[in-house]
């Protein structure tokens, strides 16, 4: 059951970015967090449906986020560049990990 509800947390929160965001000009840093949360809504989908691909897409997705929140404390980089769901997205990927052998090829 868990998996479904953090499928529906992850479609709200970019449809909520998405109506956040309307009225910024397109090509803005604004709209990193729509792609984003459209990739981490996509590959966590793929792993409601116990896709491999999709697991794996969602951790490479958090450690690059991570990174790039590592670095945005140590450099001050304006923090427009990360997900808003940073360290929950950790959070998640454990999960994943945890039920990673069920999952299909």
Known sequence: MLFPFVA???V???A????DDRHE???DVAWLQVLWLAGYTIFWIA???LRKWGALGY???TIIDSA??????????PSDYISTLCLYDGLFSFFLLF???RFNS
Request: charged share 10%.
């Open 99 to 101: 039920y990673y052998r």
């Open 59 to 61: 951790i490479v997705l």
């Open 12 to 14: 709200l929160w970019f």
């Open 68 to 77: 790039l929140y590592m670095a945005a404390l140590n450099h001050k980089l």
């Open 47 to 49: 792993a409601c449906d």
């Open 8 to 10: 529906l947390f992850h």
């Open 16 to 19: 909520w970015t998405i109506w």
């Open 25 to 27: 000009p397109f090509p």
